[in-house]
């Protein structure tokens, strides 16, 4: 059995799943407010980006997005508030924490009738081939063990013309501001983490995972491998988050 990354640990491939979902076991119930918390509200300007970018239309034409590691169903939510009447999301994630915490605020918000929560595998999507418009996924695929299966099944469920849009952390090389995010990272997010969620460890993992991420060209490599074409990255906030663009055709 291969090995793979769990952090700043080398495991198995085949239990770094179990690890991840007990992180987000953990952090579930409180994992909307840290994101304000750690990003500054950041992370709103990027899944903004990434709404943008998915486009669902104004009018009534009918759209499907699918949000792999979908958690709470934040992206799921913006995408359906910019979109019109048609537009409809599917949150796929494989923790039932953060999947019960997306029906609660879907039901808070009168949008359990637009947004679906499905429990999947990414790397193995119950959702027929050339299902969606769009495939999103925003801080969810540095968590899947085989990043590879994963983005063939998103490739396989997307229609043809179909955009996939990844949302992920990526390298900071603004002069500076690297070594401040270095500090930031390592010191601020875990004791925000043992503050907020009484545990520093998940958010240990969370910011060696983002350390250990594939830098946008050889991730660009990867979505290729997938069958993408047209794959292109840009990123925002000095390196902070890039988001991945690719279309099937
Ligand atoms: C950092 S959260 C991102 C949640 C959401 N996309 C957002 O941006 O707010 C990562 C999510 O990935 C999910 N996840 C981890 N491994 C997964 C897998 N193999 N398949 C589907 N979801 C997975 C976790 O359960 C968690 O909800």
């Not at 929560?117 to 968590?143: H, M, Y």
């Not at 503050?195 to 991730?219: K, T």
């Amino acid at each position: 059995m291969p090995d793979t990354h769990f952090g700043s640990r080398t495991v198995p491939l085949d239990e770094k799943q179990a690890l991840v979902d007990d992180v987000f076991h953990k952090v579930a119930q409180r994992y909307d407010l840290m994101n304000d918390l750690m990003s500054g509200g950041l992370h709103r300007a990027w899944k903004d980006a990434l709404v943008t970018a998915i486009n669902p239309p104004k009018g009534d034409g009918v759209f499907a997005l699918l949000d792999v590691a979908g958690g709470t169903g934040d992206v799921s939510f913006r995408t359906v508030d910019a979109g019109g009447y048609g537009t409809r999301a599917t949150v796929a994630d494989i923790n039932a924490e953060m999947l019960a915490v997306g029906r609660a605020r879907a039901r808070e918000r009168g949008l359990d009738d637009v947004v679906s929560f499905v429990d999947a595998n990414a790397e193995a999507l119950p959702f027929p081939d050339k299902s969606f418009g769009a495939v999103s996924i925003a801080f969810g695929i540095r968590n899947v063990p085989r990043i590879d299966v994963a983005l063939a099944e998103m490739h396989r469920v997307l229609r043809l013309g179909g955009r996939f849009l990844c949302l992920e952390f990526s390298n900071v090389d603004v002069p500076g501001l690297d070594a401040l995010y270095e500090l930031y990272s390592f010191n601020v997010v875990p004791a925000l983490g043992r503050v907020v969620v009484g545990d520093a460890e998940p958010y240990r993992y969370l910011v060696e995972s983002i350390r250990r991420f594939p830098r946008p060209n050889a991730f660009g490599a990867m979505m290729r491998a997938a069958g993408f074409g047209r794959a292109s990255h840009r990123v925002m906030s000095g390196g902070i988050v890039a988001l991945h663009s690719g279309w099937r055709l």
